[in-house]
């Protein structure tokens, strides 16, 4: 195995751990649906952290696979991205609760913590790909100028008519944006 290889373990450990701490809130939002007052916005909140693993998988396989070398300063920001697309994951879904539960009123409790995350990941995922290929391109502005404020947005209102657009819209700018990533090789 070469360093690469190693550090897509290291990638797909992290993700994993993302993708089923998703999945065990869902099991768990479904088994004991009877006690959950649904809304939409919980279910717009994984889907962007499912989509955000995804992309961050996605792009370490593309960065790592062939890499026969790194050091220890070169590999830092890739794991604090890492580590905030695992706390954004954590964030979208309750783990557990008593009695019964309304979804809206627990994305409202946690909101903030959700948006601030996607927009910490959204600046330090930028900011390690422009120090790729420094002085930064105009895409890596655009990118921090489209994150921040779909994150701040959704920090100063309560609005659910807001919260529901701003995901979506979100959702659809983060796929537009990537809907034609290929690896070759």
Not at 37 to 57: E, G, H, Q, R, S
Not at 106 to 127: D, E, I, K, P, S
Not at 165 to 171: G, H, K, P, Q, S
Request: overall charge negative; hydrophobic content about 55%; proline content about 4%.
């Amino acid at each position: 195995m070469h360093v690469g290889e190693y550090l897509l373990a290291l990638v797909g450990i992290v993700l994993g751990l993302a993708l089923a701490d998703l999945g065990i809130s869902t099991h768990r939002l479904i088994r004991r649906r009877a006690d959950v007052k649904f809304d939409v916005m919980p279910i717009l909140t994984a889907a962007i952290a499912a989509y955000l693993v995804f992309l961050n998988f996605w792009g370490d396989f593309a960065r790592f696979r062939n890499l026969t070398e790194a050091s220890l300063w070169s590999t830092l920001p890739n794991l604090l991205v890492l580590f905030l697309s695992f706390l954004i994951a954590a964030a979208a879904l309750p783990d557990e609760w008593e009695g019964k539960l309304d979804l809206w009123e627990f994305y409202l409790h946690t909101r903030v913590q959700f948006w601030l995350l996607v927009g910490a990941a959204g600046v330090a995922a930028t900011l390690y790909e422009a120090a790729g290929h420094w002085p930064p391109r105009t895409d890596d502005y655009v990118s921090i100028g489209l994150t921040l404020p779909f994150a701040i947005i959704p920090c100063i209102t309560k609005r659910h008519w807001i919260h529901v657009l701003v995901a979506v819209l979100f959702l659809i700018v983060i796929i537009a944006m990537t809907y034609d990533y290929v690896i070759r090789g």
